[in-house]
C-alpha cells in the first residue's frame, strides 16, 4: 500500500523485514505514496497497526509517523520520550490535527532494555472512528484511551495521499525499528445494503417470533 526506499538516507535495512528509521537531526525522513488515496468522509473507519521491533529513544527524542492530507487536519502517531535518566519512559499518542485533542496512551512504556530500548516488539493500533468521530488508541495489555474531538474529523481530514516520516527533535544514535504497518479501513455502508440489512434483521425477528 505504501513504498519506502530502504537506500536512502536515514533509512536502513536491517533484514528480515525490518527497516531502521534514525541517525538524523534532519526534519523529514522521506514521503511514501499511498495508491489509492483515502477519503476520509467516504469511510466508517481507518485503523492503523505498527508492529515495531524495537526503539530506542532517549529524552528529547520526538518522532511522527504522519500523513499528508487535502485538508488541515493530519492523522499521526508520535513517539516521545521523556524521563531524566535511562530508563526513559515512551509516550506512544494520535492526533488527527497536530496537537488538537492529542490522545495519549493510559499508560508509558519503560525503555528499560539493553543501552535503553525497549527490548521487544511492540504492537501500536490507532483507529480512527469516522462514523461516531472518537479516536481509539491501544498499546496493549488493557492499555487502551478513547476521546472525543471537539471538531469533526472527516470533514477536517479530507483526502489522505500520503506518509511521511518525520523527526521534530532527534537524538544521535536513536531509532524505531519498524516490521510491518498495515491500513485498514471500513467502507460507509450504501443505502442498498442498509436495507438489505434491515431486511435481515426484521426476518430474523419474525423467525424469532415464530419460534417462540
Do not use: C
Not at 91 to 101: I, V
Request: glycine fraction near 12%; avoid cysteine.
Amino acid at each position: 500500500i505504501s513504498t519506502w526506499d530502504a537506500t536512502a538516507a536515514n533509512n536502513t535495512d536491517l533484514g528480515g523485514g525490518v527497516l531502521r528509521f534514525g541517525n538524523s537531526t534532519t526534519s523529514n525522513y522521506g514521503n511514501g505514496q499511498l495508491l489509492p488515496d483515502i477519503d476520509t468522509s467516504a469511510i466508517d473507519t481507518m485503523t492503523w497497526t505498527f508492529e515495531l521491533s524495537d526503539v530506542k529513544l532517549s529524552a528529547g527524542s520526538h518522532f511522527r509517523f504522519s500523513t499528508i492530507t487535502s485538508g488541515a487536519g493530519v492523522p499521526e502517531i508520535e513517539l516521545t520520550a521523556f524521563g531524566g535518566a535511562s530508563p526513559f519512559t515512551l509516550s506512544p499518542d494520535m492526533e488527527y490535527k497536530e496537537n488538537t485533542d492529542k490522545l495519549d496512551a493510559a499508560s508509558g512504556i519503560s525503555l528499560n532494555g539493553a543501552g535503553g530500548t525497549l527490548g521487544g516488539p511492540l504492537t501500536i493500533v490507532a483507529t480512527w472512528d469516522f462514523a461516531n468521530n472518537t479516536m481509539t488508541l491501544d498499546m496493549g495489555g488493557g492499555n487502551v484511551s478513547t476521546i472525543t474531538p471537539a471538531a469533526n474529523m472527516a470533514t477536517s481530514i479530507g483526502t489522505i495521499t500520503g506518509f511521511q516520516l518525520k523527526s521534530q527533535s532527534f537524538v544521535a544514535g536513536d531509532y524505531v525499528d519498524m516490521d510491518s504497518f498495515t491500513i485498514e479501513t471500513t467502507a460507509v455502508p450504501e443505502p442498498a445494503t442498509f436495507a438489505l440489512l434491515a431486511g435481515f434483521a426484521t426476518l430474523g425477528l419474525v423467525m424469532y417470533r415464530r419460534r417462540r
